[in-house]
């Protein structure tokens, strides 16, 4: 199948600091990624999609400002979560599109903010 | 937006066949029905994709009835290493990208 690489896998920040998430597929080119966030025990919630050139579209409820959304190339996407707060804790999670009708999921990114 | 219902959670012995049923009443014509497993603190990973009747791969099959209102993913003689939470997800379409997560099944294999 499909490799798509996160990174970090674990971070952890302090209060008021702000955290790239980078989202990279390996070995095809995506043309849309989507953001996730899930909490424990929760099902898996979608953040935003965002296709390659062009703005993200952010769900309702999702705080563009605060999670900002690059997809400025094929092969990557990145989410900077701004002015993190404990609130944001979660494990975050991108998909990327493969040609047709597959996603495939990175390993996720666990954020801890203190 | 094509919602999904499934069991919240199941129980199977080792070695038995295990069928998870998803419900999505209003699918959409071009919507593909796609399967997922995910493992604590993991990234969902790919199992199986259709979009009618039957789909075989080396894992599991997927059972689409003609009316596409529901799915069924069978996965033959569960080991202790498929104890996962399964969804069932639709949309992907050739023209659209919605692809919404519902509760997931929480399986569990006993020895």
């Known amino acids: 199948g499909a490799v798509v690489s996160q990174h970090p896998s674990r971070v952890i920040c302090k209060s008021g600091t702000s955290v790239k998430i980078e989202c990279r597929s390996l070995?095809?080119?995506?043309?849309?990624m989507f953001w996730y966030r899930q909490f424990p025990k929760q099902s898996l919630m979608l953040m935003a999609t965002s296709n390659e050139g062009s703005k993200a579209t952010y769900e309702q409820g999702v705080e563009k400002d605060k999670f900002l959304i690059n997809h400025a190339s094929l092969t990557l996407s990145t989410l900077t979560v701004t002015s993190a707060h404990p609130e944001d804790s979660s494990f975050y999670i991108c998909?990327?599109?493969?040609?047709?009708?597959?996603?495939?999921f990175g390993q996720g990114t666990r954020l801890t903010v203190v | 937006l094509a919602k999904t219902t499934q069991p919240i959670s199941m129980d199977s012995y080792e070695g038995q066949e295990v069928n998870i049923t998803c419900s999505h009443n209003n699918i959409a014509t071009n919507d593909y029905i796609t399967w997922y497993q995910q493992f604590p603190s993991q990234g969902p990973r790919f199992i199986i994709q259709?979009?009618?009747t039957k789909v075989t791969n080396e894992v599991a099959s997927l059972f689409i009835p003609a009316d596409r209102k529901s799915s069924t993913l069978s996965l033959p003689r569960v080991s202790l290493s498929d104890t996962a939470v399964y969804y069932c997800l639709v949309g992907l379409t050739n023209t659209g990208n919605q692809f919404y997560f519902g509760t997931g099944t929480s399986l569990t294999v006993i020895p």
């Open positions: 259709g979009y009618k």
């Open positions: 998909s990327a599109r493969k040609q047709g009708n597959e996603a495939f």
């Open positions: 070995d095809f080119q995506a043309t849309t």
